[in-house]
């Protein structure tokens, strides 16, 4: 499999395009008004704290107050031992945090939609190789790496080292990239987490509240730390500048990857190789089509996004059952990539068309979970259930693509969909019955979109003379061509 990173940097954002087999597989967007924070050490102030809801908000300098629960809040040791013999139970958050208490926590989830970042205190500082959990004393092992002898000899060379540095008191997490290192370079990156780690200690120290105390790397470079690895050929930058600041990092951590790192001076921008540019444009989309003349239907909600799949013009060649068949197979893997690259996440509910074979259903959904291995996002994915849908979820740690580029109709307020013409013209006939009940007047002066004037005038002619007649009084309309299919005013003349 070959795989390449484009990076395409500007002013105002910063956008990252990774490319497999000349198909683009996730994108990801930084823009300079609007930084993601996931990741960011900040001194915060709690403002208030919830029994109901065992959580807390923290200000920490951000228009919403961020969001901890109590589960994330780390115990002292004491409180911690404690607890430990305790039954398992969420702790009682005003034991934890008191209003008016200083906070040192991390972000662990941006801001979405109406609701503020979520938090922890469990600090932790990524590196190439290497996290750093300052206060703990846990080594673990990527569940990606999955050869046995790998994971007990990276365990026991990092709790080697750890034991040698007994001034340093924390734990590690042993990263996917770590796989392909050597000692010296794992030796390498705790020295520097540890270095870093002391840095945000002191300025912890000095900081006021509320304030950021540490700032993950910008997104370019980030993507050098945690997307470059052994299969990738290419890594394209198109900003001179910002390649030379890449190429710095590279020679510091990733040696080995700095002949595969060039700067693109070419004049086609470089987004419009692999057609990437027209990709992230179909992923805004509802509908994604299939080769074979199936297509997906793709609903982002706010509690969970839903997938429903359909044969559309494809009609098969042997019989029912293989059509829905090669349609499901088709889908696995046509939604394992837009998940990763609409970063769709939170809930996720797939309505496979129904297969009678339990064979059928087995390889549809070891095709969906073979094609995830590929995601860096965390999933979890559950079988067929009776009604022939697939639940699962998938991590969700910033704003999708979608939430990123776009915002809700400001003419449907997000719905989808308008009322009709037809709806609306009875709206009208509703609110003028009601007003003259309520006031005196000579006339109505109706202003409405054209859509709706015009119906008004032809289709409903026959009901606005009754109306008149009814109540009297003549009704005028007037077109507003600002005004949206559902505004309307009725004016007393």
């Known amino acids: 499999m070959s795989e390449e990173i484009l990076i395409n940097v500007t002013p105002v954002e910063t956008r990252v395009a990774l490319v497999e087999n000349g198909m683009l597989q996730e994108a ?8 993601g924070i996931v990741g960011n050490i900040y001194k915060g102030k709690v403002v208030r704290v919830l029994p109901g809801m065992e959580a807390a908000f923290v200000d920490i300098g951000l228009e919403r107050a961020a969001f901890i629960h109590a589960s994330d809040v780390v115990c002292s040791q004491p409180a911690a031992d404690e607890l430990a013999n305790a039954p398992k139970s969420v702790p009682d958050i005003r034991s934890l945090l008191r209003e008016g208490q200083s906070l040192v926590v991390q972000v662990t989830k941006d801001p979405i939609g109406t609701k503020g970042a979520r938090l922890t205190t469990q600090l932790s500082i990524p590196s190439r190789y290497l996290v750093f959990m300052p206060g703990v004393s846990h080594v673990g092992i990527s ?3 999955e050869d046995d002898s790998q994971r007990a000899r990276l365990k026991a060379l990092i709790e080697q080292a750890a034991a040698e540095h007994e001034d340093v008191q924390g734990g590690y997490i042993v990263r996917t990239a770590a796989e392909a290192a050597s000692d010296d370079e794992l030796i390498a990156d705790m ?13 912890i120290a000095k900081a006021p509240v509320p304030s950021a105390v540490y700032q993950d790397l910008p997104l370019f470079i980030r993507t050098i730390r945690d997307l470059i690895r052994p299969q990738t050929e290419k890594v394209r930058i198109d900003s001179r500048e910002s390649h030379q600041r890449v190429m710095e990092f590279v020679h510091e951590f990733v040696a080995e990857f700095s002949d595969r790192v060039e700067y693109y001076p070419g004049e086609r921008p470089i987004f419009d190789l ?7 444009q179909k992923a805004l989309s509802r509908k994604v089509q299939l080769k074979s003349g199936g297509y997906v239907i793709i609903d982002q909600t706010e509690a969970m996004t839903t997938i429903d799949i359909n044969t559309g013009a494809f009609v098969g060649h042997r019989n029912l059952e293989e059509t829905i068949f090669k349609t499901n197979l088709e889908a ?32 549809v959904h070891r095709m969906l979970e073979k094609m995830l291995e590929r995601d860096h996002a965390k999933t979890k994915i559950t079988g067929v259930s009776e009604l022939g849908l697939v639940e699962m979820t ?11 580029l776009c915002e809700p109709c400001p003419i ?5 969909f308008l009322k009709t013409s037809e709806t609306v013209c009875y709206e009208i006939f509703r609110e003028i019955m009601r007003i003259n009940r309520a006031y005196e007047a000579e006339s109505y002066l109706v202003m409405a979109s ?5 119906r008004l005038l032809d289709e409903e002619s026959d009901n606005v003379a009754d109306l008149e007649t009814f109540i009297g009084k003549a009704v005028r309309f007037q077109v507003e061509p600002f005004y949206s299919q559902e505004q309307y005013d009725v004016v007393l003349l």
């Open 28 to 35: 990801y967007i930084e823009r300079t008004s609007r930084k």
């Open 143 to 145: 569940q990606r790496i």
């Open 191 to 203: 020295v520097y987490l540890h270095r870093l780690s002391q840095s945000v200690e002191d300025r």
């Open 274 to 280: 692999y057609s990437v540019e027209d990709e992230i």
């Open 332 to 363: 696995a893997r046509a939604i394992s990539r837009q998940l990763r690259l609409r970063n769709l996440g939170g809930i996720i509910i797939i309505d496979f068309i129904d297969m009678e074979d339990p064979e059928h259903q087995r390889q």
């Open 394 to 404: 998938r991590k969700r740690t910033t704003e999708s693509l979608g939430q990123v």
């Open 412 to 416: 449907c307020d997000g719905r989808g």
């Open 450 to 454: 054209q859509k709706v004037v015009d």
